[in-house]
């Protein structure tokens, strides 16, 4: 089992930044990866930006150049750097992982999301 605990969000100034962070316990060496969604009102969840356990990374195209995600395996610990934020970019922000089931198929596991919200 994997449980993980999202904070870091609150309020921001467009323009502004805000560093998320995702502490992970349980079966640890397990996980696959790591990612960051988000859902903002009346929108679909979305992965913004993710990090495999080699450390491959990747992001939506909406965050790109603005949003940095990272990891720091003895904290047990993946961040989500936001800088130069938009109004656009208000949702609740959820950390996920993905561990093998170990029949051959994958397990998913969230966070309980943390409220960003850019305003002025």
């Known amino acids: 089992q994997v449980q993980l605990v999202e904070s870091g969000g609150g309020l921001v100034q467009p323009g502004g930044s805000l560093r998320l962070s995702c502490v992970a316990s349980?079966?640890?060496?397990?996980?696959?990866?790591t990612a960051w969604y988000r859902q903002a009102p009346g929108s679909e969840r979305e992965l913004i930006a993710g990090i495999t356990k080699g450390g491959v990374t990747n992001y939506a195209d909406s965050v790109k150049g603005r949003f940095t995600i990272s990891r720091d395996n003895a904290k047990n610990t993946v961040y989500l750097q936001m800088n130069t934020l938009k109004v656009v970019d208000t949702a609740v922000y959820y950390c996920?992982?993905?561990?093998?089931?170990?029949?051959?198929?994958?397990?998913?596991?969230w966070g309980q999301g943390t409220q960003v919200t850019v305003s002025s």
């Open positions: 996920n992982a993905v561990t093998p089931d170990g029949s051959g198929g994958l397990l998913e596991y």
């Open positions: 349980g079966s640890i060496t397990s996980i696959y990866g």
